[in-house]
């Protein structure tokens, strides 16, 4: 409910003409509308008291005791009686004066000065034309349509803000020495310091109400404001600090309309002029305090709940209404603006209702504030609540979930430990099985070589020995010419088989080292096929246990037999490294190499493997263009040593 406020006067004037202008002289108010004719506003009461016949008003300007009218057929002057005296045949769009009394007019491009007895002082053509002039102590602003010129007194250009050159600028007022007041269409008003030319600007985007500003005037220590949402008055004061209240007064309130295209100050009063008429409101007008606000109701699922009665909500319960009121006989325009958390922008609200609607599962905490001025923010109402998440969604399920998930990730994973436990513990026996059937095969296949070897030494190589003694005597007895070549060709295969023998089983391994046993071995090898075949030995060999000796020579006559046949090399280098616990045979030749996915089965680098593996040793090998290389480690237990 609104209450029009008793002490404004309002006065329609014509439904048919709009008003134009109105200047105050003492007690008395001249209103003159757009067809020249001109009205006496004095005590309240509104007088016609003139037609200026064949005039085209373009300006009014008030000097002295007197009135100047421009119009298009030049400048009158209109004593108190309003009698007409034309002064000049010139004809202009605003009439100023400045603080030496010398009165200055614009007209298109033009800007004329004249002295107080309007004697032509000195005129200025500019490239653009301005419709509105204004004259501080320090600058002369030219400005209309669009855009804001700036000179000082020598008619020398200023820079502004580059800002005020694309604005629709409606009128400047000077505040005080320093600062100006721009008004603007479309942009709200700017504070101006005319002599940093900083600014602060005031709009419906922030920090005040309006839009358009058709009209200010001073009035003692307030600023009024003609908007298109009515008249907004602030101390000047708080707005030269940046810190200005607003109070509005609208259609509501009691002014003729909200749309206020002139303010005049005239005696104790403001007379606030629209098109078809005039308020007049006292200068000592105040609103009565602060609108009072009430929360109507809370609906939850179009269900009535009070604030209290909403703290927890379930899932299901996420479209909440809120309405709310205020009382108040006096302020129009009380803005209202919300939001669920402290993060969240502002929701501005015009119905005096809030919707949310499928709110999600949290916290929210409700803030709501309202503002006479869209500046100062005054706390309503705030309360938190909560809506809680569907069961399949809830805390405690998930984390029964989770938990779940672990424990079978744990038993699984103990599982998987215990089965790869298991697996390994399997590995190991077949490894153990499997090395035991290795050694038990190598076992037997060294005793079969010992029972051939002795076989062909105790036999075969004595029958040999025999055989070739008599058949020696008796070629020798008969003169045979033969005999020597005999004796030698039996000569030669009992070498062979002693050769075959040493193959079988090497001699001296115990005896004369495995180093030495090797020199000899590949010793033969080099006098026979011419393959180069370097040995280094390195530390001191001490190795008392015969199986160690025995594989390590097996492992080398296997590689030097897989270099004769298959490698192409023309050398072989072969370390062999003592130390304490460990046995390092490292082998190398400078052949074709072979790819290690190209072995197969019978091949002899996995029987040299097989060999390894009896004695708990390591085979490390790489092979390419350079040829192969081999790198064993055997370990040596110290009761070996």
């Given at each position: 409910?609104y ?6 006067f ?13 200047l ?5 108010t001249f209103?003159?509308d757009?067809?020249g004719r001109i ?6 009461t509104?007088q016609?008291r ?11 300007f008030?000097?002295?005791n007197?009135l100047?009218v421009s119009t298009?057929?030049?400048i ?5 009686s ?12 605003c ?14 491009r033009?800007l ?5 007895d309007?004697r ?14 204004m004259l ?6 030219r400005f ?7 000179y ?21 007022l000077?505040?005080?020495d320093?600062?100006v007041l721009v008004g603007?269409l479309g942009?709200?008003f700017f504070?101006?310091?005319e002599?940093s ?7 419906a ?23 298109e949402?009515?008249i907004a ?8 600090t940046g ?16 749309r ?12 606030a002029?629209s098109?078809n ?9 105040h609103?009565?305090?602060l609108?009072?606000?009430y ?27 809120i ?10 325009n009380?803005?209202a ?7 969240d ?6 119905d005096?209702k809030?919707?949310?609607y499928a ?8 803030e709501l504030e309202y503002?006479?001025d869209?500046?100062?923010?005054i706390k ?13 969604k809830s805390?405690?399920?998930?984390a029964s979930?989770?938990?779940?998930l ?18 390994q513990e399997?590995l190991?026996i077949?490894?153990?099985?499997q090395t035991?059937?290795?050694n ?8 079969e070589?010992?029972?051939?070897a ?11 020995t025999?055989?070739k003694?008599t ?11 033969k005999a020597?070549?005999?004796e ?15 193959e ?10 495995l180093?030495e046993v090797?020199?000899?071995?590949v010793?033969?090898?080099t ?12 530390g ?27 490698s192409?090399?023309?050398k072989?280098?072969?370390?062999l490294?003592?130390?304490?616990d ?6 190398q030749?400078d052949g074709?190499g072979f790819?290690?996915e190209?072995?197969s089965?019978?091949?002899?680098l996995l ?6 593996q009896?004695?708990?040793g ?9 040829g ?8 040596l237990?110290?009761?070996d040593?």
């Amino acid at each position: 409910y609104y209450i029009p406020e008793l002490s404004f006067f309002t006065q329609n004037i014509s439904i048919s003409s709009k008003i134009k202008t109105a200047l105050s002289k003492n007690d008395k108010t001249f209103i003159i509308d757009d067809r020249g004719r001109i009205f006496l506003e004095h005590n309240g009461t509104v007088q016609f008291r003139k037609k200026l016949n064949n005039f085209t008003l373009t300006a009014v300007f008030d000097r002295s005791n007197n009135l100047l009218v421009s119009t298009d057929k030049g400048i009158y002057r209109l004593d108190s009686s309003i009698s007409e005296k034309k002064m000049r045949a010139e004809s202009f769009t605003c009439l100023r004066q400045d603080p030496q009394g010398f009165i200055w007019g614009t007209s298109g491009r033009q800007l004329w000065k004249f002295d107080r007895d309007w004697r032509m002082v000195s005129r200025v053509d500019f490239d653009k034309s301005s419709p509105s002039l204004m004259l501080t102590a320090k600058h002369i602003y030219r400005f209309g349509r669009i855009g804001l010129d700036v000179y000082n007194y020598q008619k020398d250009e200023v820079t502004v803000p580059k800002l005020f050159q694309g604005l629709r600028i409606s009128n400047i007022l000077s505040l005080n020495d320093s600062t100006v007041l721009v008004g603007t269409l479309g942009s709200g008003f700017f504070v101006l310091n005319e002599q940093s030319w900083a600014y602060k600007q005031y709009s419906a985007q922030g920090m005040f109400n309006a839009s358009h500003i058709y009209s200010a005037c001073v009035a003692g220590s307030n600023l009024w404001l003609g908007t298109e949402k009515g008249i907004a008055i602030t101390r000047i004061d708080s707005l030269l600090t940046g810190t200005p209240k607003f109070e509005f007064i609208t259609k509501r309130n009691g002014i003729i309309n909200d749309r206020v295209n002139q303010l005049v100050h005239a005696r104790d009063r403001i007379l606030a002029i629209s098109e078809n008429g005039f308020t007049s409101i006292p200068e000592t007008y105040h609103s009565q305090g602060l609108p009072h606000f009430y929360l109507q109701n809370v609906l939850v699922n179009n269900q009535n709940r009070i604030p209290s009665g909403f703290e927890n909500l379930n899932y299901f319960e996420n479209n909440i209404e809120i309405n709310f009121k205020f009382i108040d006989f006096k302020n129009q325009n009380i803005f209202a603006r919300s939001r669920l958390s402290p993060n969240d922008p502002w929701n501005y609200s015009e119905d005096r209702k809030e919707n949310f609607y499928a709110l999600g599962s949290g916290k929210y905490f409700y803030e709501l504030e309202y503002s006479l001025d869209n500046f100062h923010w005054i706390k309503a109402v705030s309360f938190g609540f909560s809506v809680s998440p569907p069961w399949w969604k809830s805390w405690y399920l998930q984390a029964s979930i989770f938990v779940s998930l672990m424990l079978l990730f744990f038993l699984y994973f103990k599982r998987r430990e215990s089965l790869l436990r298991e697996r390994q513990e399997y590995l190991k026996i077949i490894n153990e099985q499997q090395t035991k059937l290795i050694n038990a095969e190598l076992e037997t296949l060294e005793r079969e070589r010992s029972r051939i070897a002795k076989d062909l030494h105790d036999s075969i190589g004595t029958n040999l020995t025999a055989v070739k003694m008599t058949v020696r005597s008796l070629l020798k007895k008969y003169m045979e010419p033969k005999a020597d070549y005999v004796e030698t060709e039996l000569q030669n295969t009992i070498q062979e088989v002693k050769d075959i023998i040493y193959e079988l089983v090497p001699s001296g391994l115990t005896r004369y080292g495995l180093t030495e046993v090797i020199q000899n071995h590949v010793q033969k090898i080099t006098e026979n096929l011419g393959l180069e075949i370097e040995v280094h030995s390195f530390g001191s060999e001490i190795i008392k246990d015969p199986k160690v000796n025995l594989v390590a020579f097996r492992i080398i006559q296997e590689l030097l037999s897989n270099s004769l046949k298959h490698s192409q090399s023309k050398k072989v280098t072969i370390h062999l490294n003592f130390f304490d616990d460990l046995l390092n045979i490292l082998y190398q030749d400078d052949g074709i190499g072979f790819r290690a996915e190209s072995i197969s089965n019978g091949s002899g680098l996995l029987n040299i493997q097989s060999r390894i593996q009896t004695v708990q040793g390591n085979l490390k090998f790489e092979s390419g263009d350079f040829g192969v290389s081999y790198n064993i480690d055997i370990p040596l237990k110290r009761a070996d040593l």
